[in-house]
């Protein structure tokens, strides 16, 4: 008795040789769409919008539709405010390595000009650190601590660490 594996080797190039005989298919070359030079050009200047539009179906899952969930935005945002501090840091480090002393002297002109420019620069400077700061001690505490790792959980401590670093914030700013 044959094995259906000795089958299909036996019969196989019989049918090769009877679809290349017929031109039923040709197995020197794979299936492909083959555009020709012009509607290659047309293809690339349409853009995607263009061409879903012309098919009538929608994008799947569409932007407009799609609301990121508050654990992502702010983690997004934890990564936005390292940035920043580390874009921060190395504009002050250059400001005094470009001339000694200029960085305090920059810091006790903006105490100068009133309360409510010093107030919004300790805003400006104070929320990313103190945002990023409360980010690490979430990080920190859902790594040794993974029984929290929750839905309910993690969407609670991301609104805790968005309202816990406006409050903070707030409370460095009127120092």
Not at 88 to 103: F, H, Q, R
Not at 113 to 137: D, E, I, R, S, W
Not at 165 to 175: D, N, Q
């Amino acid at each position: 008795m044959l094995s259906l594996k000795s089958a299909a080797a036996t019969l196989r190039p019989t049918l090769s040789r009877i679809a290349l005989k017929n031109n039923v298919i040709n197995l020197a070359s794979r299936d492909m769409t083959i555009l020709s030079t012009k509607s290659g050009e047309e293809y690339r200047k349409e853009n995607y919008n263009e061409r879903m539009a012309k098919t009538g179906r929608p994008v799947s899952p569409h932007v407009t539709i799609y609301q990121f969930p508050i654990a992502a935005l702010t983690s997004i945002a934890v990564r936005v405010t390292g940035v920043s501090l580390s874009i921060g840091s190395l504009g002050v480090a250059s400001l005094e390595i470009a001339s000694s002393g200029s960085a305090l002297q920059l810091m006790n002109d903006i105490a100068m000009t009133g309360p409510v420019v010093a107030g919004m620069a300790k805003v400006v400077v104070g929320f990313p650190l103190v945002y990023h700061y409360l980010g690490g001690v979430r990080h920190l505490v859902w790594d040794h601590y993974p029984a929290v790792l929750s839905n309910i959980g993690v969407e609670k401590a991301s609104y805790a660490l968005a309202g816990g670093s406006v409050v903070l914030t707030a409370g460095l700013a009127l120092i």
